[in-house]
């Protein structure tokens, strides 16, 4: 038997598999993060950490799945998106990544805007400046660390860090590269245009390649520790939206994701540039020839981890969300907004934070809960709504992630969303799309749709319930109107929010 392994660098966590041929999951192994959060809005996590935990995990799985290292016939990589990683001219650290969520930027943003022009930018990166993409983040080193970013040699992306440690080379791969604003996404290259306009050495920007492209083998050292061989070969990978759309078999047009981890996020392929009005963002997608349009929910998943944090620590998700079934769409009259870092869609807004409105004293931890869960869900059904409005007739969607791990929430997505959802047999995330770009780069399959055939495995349908959806269509209507209400309050609120602090997530 011949095996792949697939390294998801979430944002929560560093998960492996090792999948076989069949597309079985033969072993995993995950190990959490910390991120830190040093002030309101700044999000940043230690690579070297990555990197640590990745190894402990690649050991993990071949000492679990006790497999001749010599049968896994390569590795590859998915990772969140846009982190900016900056190495010196002897690839040393510079500082702590910072990371899409991280929403410092909005100065930076205005300045690319300025200095671009909206037009043009979005005919060449195809997105507008938000806070939480790379180039932003570039800009505010620049500014505010001046001494670090003379010293800058190369810039990465997390997954890419994490690659480059265990290979010793370095490279970006389109997917990832998209969501840096750096990219001219149609003339796959690095924009010489953005990069003289904004005064930055294009030289910073690592060599690009495809996701499935053969980028090295394992150091001797890395291979040691993992019990691995150092001709394994490791092949490119891609941003984790990308690799949890390939996992999920959503290749083409006719398919939708959903995607509840800590971030949430709907996305279609497009072929036709259906949306580059900046509505939604719009990346290569890690399958050659194609695009993808996704909205995003800052914290999704994360509304969650951070309500059970708050209220019931000890508690499983599973236990958390049991006794929410037995409460009515609406959550007794309480409704939840997931703005608990700021927003990008459908309202780019560093700014707003997140509400409860209509808190009752007779509200129990149970519609809390089911608040919460349903607001993360309104929320990614605005990105749905943009969607439709450009014309995708969306039916079916598959649905991954933390939140597809509870038949209720699927429920609830299905009832909120209007569409069939389905989910996988087992829920494994990101990483078995990183597991099927190693399977095509190792010649296993000629193209990545052969291979979905065999790897993916459909799980159960929820189909949308008639009173429930009419319930939830009066629902959004509120829902929607939460923003408009918070606004003004969620700035002027800022002064207070900015007060230094020092805490970990
Ligand atoms: N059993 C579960 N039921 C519902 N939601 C869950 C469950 N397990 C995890 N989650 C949600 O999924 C999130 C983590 O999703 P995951 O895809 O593992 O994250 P990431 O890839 O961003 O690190 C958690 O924050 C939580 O909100
Ligand atoms: O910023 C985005 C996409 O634009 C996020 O989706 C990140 O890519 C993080 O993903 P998760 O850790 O939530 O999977």
């Given at each position: 038997m011949r095996y792949v392994i697939g390294v998801d660098l979430g944002t929560s966590a560093?998960?492996?598999?090792?999948?076989?041929?069949g597309g079985e999951v033969v072993a995993s192994a995950s190990r959490p993060f910390d991120s830190m959060r040093i002030r309101s809005g700044y999000s940043e996590q230690d690579p070297e950490q990555w990197v640590q935990e990745t190894v402990h995990c690649l050991q993990a799985v071949m000492a679990a799945a006790g497999v001749e290292a010599s049968s896994v016939d390569g590795i590859s990589f998915s990772g969140q998106m846009h982190g900016l990683v900056?190495?010196?001219?002897?690839?040393?650290?510079?500082?702590?990544?910072?990371?899409?969520?991280?929403?410092?930027?909005?100065?930076?943003?205005?300045?690319?805007?300025?200095?671009?022009?909206?037009?043009?930018?979005?005919?060449i990166a195809k997105n507008p400046a938000l806070e939480g993409f790379t180039l932003p983040k570039l800009l505010w080193v620049r500014k505010h660390e001046p001494h670090l970013y003379d010293r800058a040699a190369v810039f990465l992306l997390p997954k890419d860090y994490v690659r480059f440690r265990l290979t010793g080379n370095i490279h970006a791969e389109f997917s990832d590269a998209a969501g840096t604003l750096l990219l001219d996404i149609?003339?796959?290259?690095?924009?010489?245009?953005l990069c003289d306009a904004?005064?930055?050495?294009?030289?910073?920007?690592p060599p690009l390649v495809e996701s499935h492209a053969c980028v090295g083998t394992l150091l001797p050292s890395i291979a040691e520790a993992t019990g691995l061989t150092p001709s394994t070969p490791v092949f490119a990978g891609g941003a984790d939206n990308a690799c949890g759309a390939i996992g999920a078999s959503v290749l083409e047009e006719d398919r939708t994701l959903c995607s509840i981890g800590t971030s949430g996020v709907i996305l279609s392929p497009d072929r036709r540039e259906r949306d580059v009005t900046g509505k939604l963002h719009y990346f290569n997608h890690?399958?050659?020839?194609?695009?993808?349009?996704?909205?995003?929910?800052l914290a999704a998943g994360q509304s969650l981890s951070w309500l059970r944090k708050l209220i019931a620590p000890s508690q499983s998700y599973d236990s958390l969300l049991a006794p929410i079934d037995s409460i009515s769409p609406g959550a007794g009259g309480l409704l939840f907004t997931p703005y608990l870092s700021g927003e990008r869609t459908p309202h780019a807004d560093a700014d707003i934070r997140g509400s409860f409105i209509g808190l009752d004293v007779s509200?129990?931890?149970?519609?809390?809960?089911?608040?919460?869960?349903?607001g993360i869900t309104f929320s990614l059904c605005e990105s749905l709504a943009i969607l439709r409005a450009q014309g995708k007739s969306v039916d079916r969607i598959v649905s991954i992630g933390g939140g597809a791990q509870s038949e209720t929430w699927l429920q609830?997505?299905?009832?909120?969303?209007?569409?069939?959802?389905?989910?996988?047999?087992?829920?494994?995330?990101?990483?078995?799309?990183?597991?099927?770009?190693?399977?095509?780069?190792?010649?296993?399959?000629?193209?990545?749709?052969?291979?979905?055939?065999?790897?993916?495995?459909w799980g159960?349908?929820?189909d949308p319930h008639p009173s429930r959806v009419e319930e939830y269509r009066q629902l959004f209507a509120l829902y929607k109107e939460v923003y408009q209400q918070t606004e003004s309050l969620s700035c002027r609120l800022k002064r207070f929010r900015d007060a230094e602090r020092i805490q970990s997530v």
């Open positions: 560093v998960k492996c598999l090792l999948v076989s041929e900056l190495l010196d001219e002897q690839q040393r650290l510079l500082r702590p990544a910072i990371l899409w969520n991280d929403t410092r930027t909005s100065a930076e943003c205005r300045e690319i805007e300025a200095t671009v022009g909206w037009e043009h930018l979005l005919a149609p003339r796959r290259e690095w924009s010489r245009e904004l005064a930055i050495d294009r030289g910073i920007c890690a399958v050659p020839g194609i695009d993808y349009a996704m909205g995003v929910t509200h129990s931890q149970a519609h809390m809960v089911r608040s919460v869960v349903e609830i997505q299905a009832d909120i969303f209007n569409a069939e959802m389905v989910s996988l047999r087992h829920e494994e995330g990101p990483g078995m799309g990183a597991a099927m770009l190693a399977a095509v780069g190792a010649g296993w399959f000629d193209r990545l749709d052969e291979c979905a055939a065999v790897f993916v495995k159960r349908t929820f």
